[in-house]
């Protein structure tokens, strides 16, 4: 079992940067888990955004955010990050962590089973 709470999230102009986190907490060591962040905007599906494995080695991203974010993970601090730069309009949405149990040390786009709460990151225009 683990918990998972995000923060970090604003306002901020568009092409500005910003740093959202993930605490986890429980059980079970946070080295346990990959992870991932994924955001859900207005009047839109939860979509993916970013994973990480489980030693930090691998990561992946969906194609909108390749170049601008980079997902990363302190598992002495039970803390993962999403650095967003260039950020634009279309990233306006309530961000999300998410954790997978898994012994295995791929990255995973889907299927995981625990959530934070989300923190809303908006950009103006």
């Known amino acids: 079992q683990v918990q998972l709470v995000e923060s970090g999230g604003g306002l901020v102009q568009a092409g500005g940067s910003l740093r959202v986190s993930c605490a986890a907490s429980?059980?079970?060591?946070?080295?346990?888990?990959?992870m991932a962040w994924f955001r859900q905007a207005p009047g839109k599906e939860r979509e993916f955004v970013a994973a990480i494995s489980r030693s930090g080695s691998s990561t992946d991203y969906t194609d909108s955010v390749k170049g601008r974010f980079a997902i990363s993970r302190d598992d002495a601090k039970n803390t993962m990050y999403l650095q967003m730069n260039s950020l634009k309009p279309e990233d306006t949405a309530v961000y999300y962590c998410?954790?997978?149990?898994?012994?295995?040390?791929?990255?995973?786009?889907?299927?995981?089973?625990?959530w934070g709460q989300g923190t809303q990151v908006t950009v103006s225009s």
């Open positions: 998410a954790a997978k149990s898994t012994l295995s040390y791929r990255v995973y786009l889907e299927n995981y089973n625990y």
């Open positions: 429980g059980r079970s060591l946070m080295s346990m888990y990959a």
